[in-house]
């Protein structure tokens, strides 16, 4: 660990399914990133076969830039479905570990991004930290109740990225998110809308719930999902709900721009296929902003779906009339990482500790990890 410089070295891990996106700021602030795309050979392996590849990958890219390890202060990562959590940047520890390494709320690469980030960490000697992970749980009392005693509904979503966004939208309609009411649309392969009132995500409708996806099913009414138990094999369901499912059973594609090409060169169902989710998600989006009585001062569109001018300007017409609209398309998800990442080492946020949401001392929030995956 370097102390002797202007910015903080950090390297970022944000694994996803068909990806790995590295990140390394430099201590001149400038920050060189990669996407990793690995062959479907490997992505056919069980998640857990696959750390061996992927931390090959990302060695050999930070040998290509020539990065120092033990001149690192941070490793920031993206974390997995871990247990329901409060929202903030989180040093990674035993618990933490063992959680990732769980497949109870099911199987995704994003849990293997502290596996490496641990591994690197220790290399380098310097504290790896988990930023606003999918499983961060703030809804209030009301939104978690269902018609069944004893299940409630838990919030799972692009947190990292829609929390990041909330606040670049608060910025630029110059309004104190601590006072004001958003709601943030992620769109991509995934998709989660949520409900942000004064900077807590106090609902959200993801795509177990909501609009269908490229390569997600969206929500099903429950009898359907039971005769789908009944014909096909458990596997193969599950796959639909998420995977296989979406755009990618009708068009074996998972590429929206595909999708969209298709429907404006006159494909009858490529069209039906956009059309639908677009009424799908001005759904998503229209029942949050329900919830809250119409109160909502902005909506941000992002993610990978947000380049599409089809979705843009149709969710824009649809609600552009009731509050202000800002696209941030794409993925700020390396940003956030590195500015969590950024404000832990500085004193600029509290870190907290897995899972009981408490602040760790200054001394420990910045420690090492030792061999055992906990702080030392």
Known sequence: MNENHAKKIVLCLNL??????????????????????HKDSDLALPIKEQQSF?????????????????????????????????????????????????TTLGDHASRLSVFIGRDLALHAGCPVYVVDPISVDEFDDVARVTGVKGVERHSLGHILNSRFVAKKLAV???LD??????????????????????????????????????????????????????????????????????????????????????????????????????????KSI????????????????????????????????????LFPVRVYAGSFEVEALISGAEDALSGQCAVLHYPSGSVLPTAFAIETIGDEGVAE
Request: proline share 2%; aromatic share 6%.
């Open 286 to 321: 229209g029942s949050l902003l329900a919830a809250v009585n119409l109160n909502v001062d902005g909506l941000a569109l992002t993610g990978g779906i947000s380049f599409s001018e089809t979705v843009v300007n149709g969710l824009s017409e649809c609600f552009s009339s």
């Open 54 to 102: 992927r931390t090959a990958a990302i060695m050999n890219w930070l040998e290509s830039i020539s990065m120092d390890l033990a001149a690192l202060d941070a490793v920031s990562c993206r974390g997995g479905r871990l247990k329901p959590i409060p929202s903030g940047v989180y040093l990674v520890n035993d618990e933490l570990l063992a959680d990732s390494a769980s």
């Open 16 to 37: 996803g399914s068909t990806s790995s996106e590295v990140a390394y700021q430099g201590a001149d602030g400038v920050v060189q990133r990669r996407k990793i795309r």
């Open 172 to 174: 630029d309609l110059d």
């Open 177 to 282: 998110p601590l006072i004001s009411t958003f709601i943030v649309a992620h769109m991509g392969g995934g998709a989660t809308i949520s409900l942000h009132k004064n900077s807590r995500i106090i609902d959200l409708i993801n795509d177990f719930e909501g609009a269908l996806t490229p390569e997600r099913a969206g929500g099903l009414a429950t009898t359907t999902f039971l005769q789908l138990l009944d014909h096909e094999p458990r596997q193969r369901v599950e796959r639909l709900i998420e995977g296989d499912g979406g755009f990618y059973d009708y068009f074996a594609t998972k590429q929206f721009d595909v999708v969209d090409q298709m429907a404006r060169e006159g494909d009858d169902q490529a069209r039906l296929l956009i059309d639908a989710y677009l009424y799908q998600q001005k």
